[in-house]
């Protein structure tokens, strides 16, 4: 039997801990531990991430939450003197535990919530099965009777909480973290174990890693709080003792019960959750006359080939084929469902006059997207690839992007609330993060460095996409050696790298949506954000990781502009357009663009994409396309070469032959990753599946994989008899892979 730490707070936490997962897992597993619980105050927010990492480096993991106890009913929500809440401790033994634990959790914020997500004794008594429960700290109901000298009352509840959770699965909680008080309750704990047949637990609240990380943790708190460290009114954790000790501290700070100390041992044995990743929980599509809902999506299907593809369409009999193709992944891979919901709340948005955005992102490779009418543009004629979208050889959760007129995305929402129910339809949360500039300028603040200072330091970091307090070091001489001969400056740095990446606050995803099977609190906890909307506790990647269908509800303003102009060009001019409809090879339209007087048209508005339209001088829509995927940062280095191109057709040059039907249409340069796609699978022979996977590392910058990959190119090539082509060719340009 060994040691384990019952108590981590994660900076998930918000407010209550600034512990970095990885490395709280790292330190317990440096200190010989082999399980470790994460009991977040009211919250689950960092369960999955926990249980992942903790299972990477071979430590148990144990789920649980510190929750708050209301002394009433968690529906009255008036002041009154007296407690509005208690802490308790409780862990999940078992599936069914952790079950009935993320139903205890969301039910606090859903019914209970007041000042915080409180729950109530009959919540408890309904949902106790599977979880041991421990006193908590000094916040606990049994402590604060034993402070305020009623131990005879905390006898009556340490007597209510053996008699409901069971002999085996209530223990009172000693701790030590040098607080006075706590010496007397600990007593008191004792003696009442004795006289009840309780079991006694020693544990210690964990907000941060090592004993030296307490004014970082300090620091935070001022940052949560708005507080400053001067500040003699503010939450604070005195003592130092917060962080994570070893079995033989432990021991030393409890030598009259060593048993406490070992029962963490005894209390993870019995501990064993095991969380299923990959497996759906898609709802079932509400299916119309007796259908089974392939028959319906291929009838759905083939009524929209036949709009889309009439009998003069070249290549007719191939692309009915590539649709049964996709039809066949799409069953194979589960999402049958999925795509008629999507369908279903597209076409009840078009029937209401509400405005759909003609498809965004990897769905449009899809000719089953297009046949469906969930997007609008044919992949066939801009040769976009549907292994993009779903690889059949690789499982993961497809990903349709919808953009509503932002006037009335809402009413699309209601449309599925209504029709899955409200409580199988949740907003996602999502964290914003300490990132390098910003943690600076908050750690700053809370030091009461003056603002104009911090904003210098922070400046001289970089704004690339991934910067890093420590990448800024190594890449910014200036800040490296304002660091290393400013104290002031050098304590700021150290205090932040201790904090970066650190979740700041949480808020809700701008678009996405989570439809599921059952309830969704049968699944996942939840929680409540901005207007008392009921959010999920877990991040979009986590949901599609445990199975859970997300999807993305859209506002864009422009089509609402689009939608009002339609209107007015009818009102005062009697004319109807349709934009499904209209010419794209008129020359007047590229021709205006090109004189960059492109205010208010979208994405083409800007000032630097004017002065790029001129030069660019677009002939067709491809130009644009191509132009519009360019500009941004990284692609913006290829312009000049693009732009040469187009002007001097004679002049492109290309390292083999087989690259020119690909790359002709871009002048010979990579600009989608639909090409890198194509490349690999014509030149080296990759089925499409393996070519998403090349395309995916990357996007990703996956160097171990690319210089694999690499190999695996050249072996292709050589195969095919092209000699003397690497894949440095293809990977050289690979920051044009965020479109």
């Known amino acids: 039997m060994s040691f384990t730490h019952l108590h981590v707070h994660t900076g998930y936490s918000l407010l209550d801990g600034s512990c970095k997962i990885k490395e709280i897992v790292s330190r317990a597993k440096e200190l010989n531990m082999t399980s470790l619980a994460i009991t977040d105050h009211g919250v689950m927010y960092g369960v999955i991430d926990f249980y992942k990492e903790a299972k990477a480096q071979g430590i148990k993991p144990i789920l649980g939450c510190e929750v708050y106890v209301s002394p009433s009913s968690r529906f009255e929500k008036q002041a009154k003197q007296g407690d509005r809440y208690y802490h308790l401790i409780l862990l999940a033994k078992n599936n069914k535990g952790y079950e ?190 007796q259908m089974s809902a392939k028959e319906y999506l291929e009838s759905l299907c083939q009524s929209g080939f036949e709009r889309n593809y009439p009998d003069d369409y070249p290549n007719r009999e191939e692309i009915k084929s590539r649709m049964y193709y996709e039809l066949g992944v799409i069953e194979k891979m589960g999402y049958i469902d999925y795509f008629l919901i999507v369908w279903d709340y597209i076409n009840y948005a078009r029937s209401k006059g509400i405005s759909v955005g003609p498809g965004r992102g990897s769905a449009a490779g899809s000719v089953v997207s297009y046949c469906l009418g969930i997007t609008d543009i044919d992949p066939i004629k801009y040769n976009l690839i549907f292994e993009r979208f779903l690889n059949p050889e690789r499982v993961s959760m497809p990903d349709i992007d919808v953009d509503f007129a932002d006037e009335r995305r809402g009413e699309v929402i209601e449309y599925v609330v209504n029709k899955y129910g409200s409580e199988r339809v949740c907003q996602i949360i999502t964290f914003g993060t300490l990132q390098a500039r910003g943690v600076i300028r908050d750690v700053g603040r809370a030091m009461e460095i003056p603002y104009a200072r911090c904003d210098s330091i922070a400046k001289m970091i970089p704004m690339d996409k991934d910067i890093t307090l420590g990448l800024a070091l190594e890449r910014n001489k200036e800040l490296k050696e304002l660091y290393d001969s400013d104290e002031v400056v050098h304590e700021l740095i150290n205090y932040s790298l201790k904090l970066e990446g650190l979740p700041r606050h949480a808020s809700i995803h701008a678009a996405g949506v989570v439809i599921s099977k059952k309830a969704v609190e049968e699944y996942v906890p939840l929680a409540l954000g901005v207007d008392n909307a009921v959010t999920t506790q877990f991040t979009m990647t986590t949901l599609e990781e445990l199975g859970l269908l997300k999807m993305d509800f859209l506002g864009l303003r422009t089509l609402t502009v689009l939608q009002n102009a339609l209107a007015m060009i009818k009102k005062n001019h009697g004319i109807d357009i349709d934009l499904k409809n209209i010419d794209y090879d008129d020359k007047k339209v590229y021709e205006f663009i090109s004189t960059g007087r492109t205010d208010a048209v979208f994405q083409l508005e800007s000032g630097g994409m004017q002065s790029f339209m001129k030069r660019l001088k677009p002939e067709n829509l491809e130009d644009i396309i191509a132009g519009i995927s360019l500009y941004r940062p990284g692609p913006m280095d290829f312009i000049p070469k693009y732009i040469a191109g187009k002007n001097n057709k004679d002049k492109v040059s290309y390292d083999t032959p087989q690259l020119i039907s690909i790359l002709e249409p871009t002048y010979g340069c990579i600009v989608y990753q639909e090409q890198v796609m194509q490349i690999v699978r014509d030149l080296a022979g990759y089925t499409m599946g393996g070519s998403d996977e090349v395309r995916r590392a990357m996007s990703k910058k996956k160097a171990h994989i690319m210089e694999m990959e690499r190999k695996n190119f050249v072996y292709g090539n050589e195969e095919k008899g092209i000699n003397g082509l690497s894949l440095i060719h293809i990977s050289e340009p690979t920051r044009l892979l965020s479109i």
């Open 100 to 289: 009935n634990l993320t139903k205890i959790v969301s039910k606090g914020f859903t019914e209970g919530f007041y000042y915080k997500p409180r729950i109530d004794f009959e919540l408890l008594q309904e949902y106790h099965e599977g979880i041991i429960a421990l006193s908590a700290c000094l916040a606990g109901e049994i402590p604060k009777l034993i402070s305020r000298g009623r131990e005879d009352d905390a006898r009556k509840a340490a007597q209510k909480y053996k008699e409901l959770f069971g002999e085996d699965s209530f223990y009172l909680e000693l701790q030590n973290h040098g607080i006075p008080e706590q010496k007397y309750v600990n007593q008191v704990l004792v003696k009442i174990g004795k006289e009840l047949d309780i079991p006694l637990v020693a544990t210690n609240d964990i907000h941060y890693i090592n004993a030296e990380d307490a004014t970082a943790h300090d620091i935070l708190l001022c940052i949560q709080t708005g507080k400053t460290i001067s500040d003699p009114d503010r939450m604070r954790y005195e003592g130092g003792q917060f962080f994570l000790k070893s079995e033989d501290e432990m021991k030393a700070l409890f030598p009259y019960a060593i048993d406490a100390v070992e029962n963490t041992g005894k209390i993870a044995d019995m501990c064993d959750v095991e969380i299923k990743f990959g497996e759906t929980k898609l709802p079932e599509y509400p299916v119309p006359n």
